[in-house]
């Protein structure tokens, strides 16, 4: 099985085009991050968790050519902005995209995108599917998921497991319960936004806390803001196993 970093950033802090600080101006690659989201695939099934405002740069920097399905992992606009994006596949593949979402979720898509779910719909509209999905396993084609509730601040939002990869994004709790469903996983996909202490997501101390607990083979840091610094410099300060995700990081994985 794939996945495919699309995107590692946050759209937390400054804006790119007004900010000069060190990051921003990098000419290190793994600095360029865009807004967080990653691909899926296995030998039939293509599944994206989250649609920012970046999706469709990050669909043809990957030159993906097939997507079956979009799970979200909750409605904040930085992860669902970019649902629009899914009409080429609609006309590539000649079918409806699958979406996945919990229903407060669903209610979020249907306001920003309500030309999409109208009775009358006018032609070239995304073609969607929408299924409720909650904290219960559930399978995409051959993909099966394993939700796992976190916390981003006040939020409800879900992490997922597929296999012995965890991907978890926008949180700062995790109930030990849910801590429970990710004991065992080789890959751990961890926020990380910053070395300062941040309201609702997991510092770098408060991540690295986490890597400790699971003890996963290796740990991923995403969602990373430019007050992060450097991936160079970060780098070198983590563990041997721990690292920052960088925009087209790729894994083939036989898990």
Known sequence: MKFTFLGTGTSQGVPV???????CSSVDEKDHRTRTSLMIESETTTVVIDTGPDFRFQMLREKVMN???VVFTHGHKDHVAGLDDIRPFNYLQNKTIDVYAEENVREILKREFAYA???DKYHGVPQINLKTIDEHPFTV???????IRVMHKDLPVLGFRVNDFTYITDANFIEEK???????????VLNALRKEQHYS???????????NKIKPEAAYFTHISHYMGLHEVIE??????VHLAYDGLKM???I
């Open 17 to 23: 085009i007004t900010c000069t600080c060190e990051v």
């Open 67 to 69: 997507l079956d399905a």
């Open 117 to 119: 779910f109208k009775s």
């Open 141 to 147: 084609g051959d993909i099966d998921f394993i939700p």
């Open 178 to 188: 849910e801590m429970e469903k990710i004991k065992g996983t080789k890959i751990l």
């Open 201 to 211: 997501h997991f510092n770098l101390e408060q991540a690295l806390e986490i890597v």
């Open 236 to 241: 070198k300060q983590l563990p041997e196993n």
């Open 252 to 254: 083939d994985l036989k």
